[in-house]
């Protein structure tokens, strides 16, 4: 597939978590890696879940250098970004790019669910861990009853997709109630930085005035 999306003129980016997966994806013929830290919230970009049952948890910090200086081909660091000093940290470190997931949840075009966003808000970097409980593989969330009782019951979940299509009709229901106690809320650890209002132009004006502001 990677070979036929070149063939289309398309560019290939392949998530990673460490540094022989970044050189595996530039030796298949990756245009650019994301250099996922642990930070990161939602699913982990690991290639095998069966050998890496919760994916190789390495910070930002140290993915991010290490990956750059055995790749030849753009880094773009993810995890923990959330404002204008993670941004020029990120770049420092050696990376090319930025990719931010959790930041535009509360943003105002956000089509997250109201109460995925007051739990967010409501959350600090304590509030998250990675779990299979909702699609079978290792995804970074905010931590909530549906997460702790599939933990306590000790039940191994399904292959992935199996075991997110099992889990959707559960999530469906919590999302019409209205409760987060059941809805899969994926969230990196950089929450208190979380604001409210912007939209995400505004962000990303932030972020990059920010960050041109401190590498000056």
Same mark, same amino acid.
């Given at each position: 597939?990677?070979?036929?999306? !070149?063939?289309? *003129?398309?560019?290939?980016?392949?998530?990673?978590?460490?540094? !022989? !997966?970044?050189?595996?994806?530039?030796?298949? *013929?990756?245009?650019?890696?994301?250099?996922?830290?642990?930070?990161?919230?939602?699913?982990?970009?690991?290639?095998?879940?069966?050998?890496?049952?919760?994916?190789?948890?390495? *910070?930002?910090?140290?993915?991010?250098?290490?990956?750059?200086?055995?790749?030849?081909?753009?880094?773009?660091?993810? *995890?923990?970004?959330?404002?204008?000093?993670?941004?020029?940290?990120?770049?420092?470190?050696?990376?090319?790019?930025?990719?931010?997931?959790?930041?535009?949840?509360?943003?105002?075009?956000?089509?997250?669910?109201?109460?995925?966003?007051?739990?967010?808000?409501?959350?600090?970097?304590?509030?998250?861990?990675?779990?299979?409980?909702?699609?079978?593989?290792?995804?970074?969330?905010?931590?909530?009853?549906?997460?702790?009782?599939?933990?306590?019951?000790?039940?191994?979940?399904?292959?992935?997709?199996?075991?997110?299509?099992?889990?959707?009709?559960?999530?469906?229901?919590?999302?019409?109630?209205?409760?987060?106690?059941?809805?899969?809320?994926?969230?990196?650890?950089?929450?208190?930085?979380?604001?409210?209002?912007?939209?995400?132009?505004?962000?990303?004006?932030?972020?990059?005035?920010?960050?041109?502001?401190?590498?000056?």
């Amino acid at each position: 597939m990677l070979h036929e999306a !070149k063939a289309a *003129g398309m560019r290939v980016i392949t998530m990673v978590t460490t540094v !022989k !997966k970044a050189l595996l994806a530039e030796q298949a *013929g990756s245009d650019a890696v994301v250099a996922q830290g642990s930070e990161a919230g939602g699913h982990r970009g690991t290639f095998d879940a069966s050998q890496e049952p919760m994916g190789a948890n390495i *910070g930002s910090c140290a993915s991010v250098p290490q990956i750059t200086d055995h790749v030849g081909i753009p880094v773009i660091a993810a *995890g923990g970004i959330m404002d204008g000093r993670g941004v020029a940290a990120a770049l420092i470190l050696g990376a090319q790019g930025v990719q931010l997931g959790t930041r535009f949840l509360t943003a105002r075009e956000s089509g997250a669910h109201p109460a995925y966003q007051q739990a967010l808000l409501e959350s600090t970097e304590e509030s998250t861990r990675i779990t299979t409980a909702f699609s079978g593989r290792p995804a970074r969330g905010l931590r909530n009853a549906f997460m702790q009782q599939w933990e306590d019951s000790r039940t191994e979940p399904l292959p992935f997709p199996t075991q997110n299509t099992a889990t959707r009709d559960i999530r469906s229901a919590a999302a019409r109630q209205n409760n987060p106690d059941y809805m899969s809320l994926w969230a990196g650890q950089g929450t208190r930085l979380l604001t409210t209002g912007q939209t995400a132009g505004e962000i990303v004006a932030s972020l990059v005035q920010d960050a041109e502001a401190i590498l000056a």
